[in-house]
T-cell receptor, first 113, second 114 residues
Framework: QQQVKQSPQSLIVQKGGISIINCAYE??????FPWYQQFPGKGPALLIA?????SEKKEGRFTISFNKSAKQFSLHIMDSQPGDSATYFC????????????FGTGTRLTVIP | NAGVTQTPKFQVLKTGQSMTLQCAQD?????MYWYRQDPGMGLRLIYY???????DKGEVPNGYNVSRLNKREFSLRLESAAPSQTSVYFC?????????????FGAGSRLTVL
């Protein structure tokens, strides 16, 4: 059973456009929601993260929107650039938990020049 | 500043062969993890070690064993490889098992089982 559901599986956006990736979860105990970015041939790397006590977090062109009541969160990439082309994973965990980040299935983003 | 180092980067095995994936981190992290990445499946946890001397199963532990050799090193062993274990394997580490601290990944090991 997938703890975190992610969509879409792939996304093609024109340069300068907005990329939006959505995730949903069921476990209300989750209290930490990071996004990881992975370039081909590399391991994932933390991009941005949010805690459920805020509804939005912005870092440069990247914004996480969080809807606690709907148990959904999303990544918005403003002014998308070809260098943003990568696979993006959302994840969720319990900060007091012993182990684990539960990852979504990933979204392959392609930004066309 | 190497971070998390995995070896080998690529490996081809025949069904039934055994092998060990090696992982080392130089960040003095307490917790280490092994994930596998498959198309459409995301990253799934195989085993983890919350601290030196402890290991626990993750979501998909069958067919694998691990050893936390010391604080720096965490190895993953396939005793009798199967085609279903064809995957990209990632080792990761973080300072502590709990909390909102960053998980740092290695570059991955691509394993093909024929």
């Amino acid at each position: 059973q997938q703890q975190v559901k992610q969509s879409p599986q792939s996304l093609i956006v024109q340069k300068g456009g907005i990329s939006i990736i959505n995730c949903a979860y069921e476990n209300t105990a989750f209290d930490y929601f990071p996004w990881y970015q992975q370039f081909p041939g590399k391991g994932p790397a933390l991009l941005i993260a949010i805690r459920p006590d805020v509804s939005e977090k912005k870092e440069g062109r990247f914004t996480i929107s969080f809807n606690k009541s709907a148990k959904q969160f999303s990544l918005h990439i403003m002014d998308s650039q070809p260098g943003d082309s990568a696979t993006y994973f959302c994840a969720a965990s319990i900060r007091t938990g012993a182990n684990n980040l539960f990852f979504g299935t990933g979204t392959r983003l392609t930004v066309i020049p | 500043n190497a971070g998390v180092t995995q070896t080998p980067k690529f490996q081809v095995l025949k069904t039934g062969q055994s092998m060990t994936l090696q992982c080392a981190q130089d960040m003095n992290h307490n917790s280490m993890y092994w994930y596998r990445q498959d198309p459409g499946m995301g990253l799934r946890l195989i085993y983890y070690s919350a601290s030196e001397g402890t290991t626990d199963k993750g979501e998909v532990p069958n067919g694998y064993n691990v050893s936390r050799l010391n604080k720096r090193e965490f190895s993953l062993r396939l005793e009798s490889a199967a085609p279903s274990q064809t995957s990209v394997y990632f080792c990761a580490s973080r300072m502590n098992p709990a909390g909102a601290n960053v998980l740092t990944f290695g570059a991955g090991s691509r394993l093909t089982v024929l």
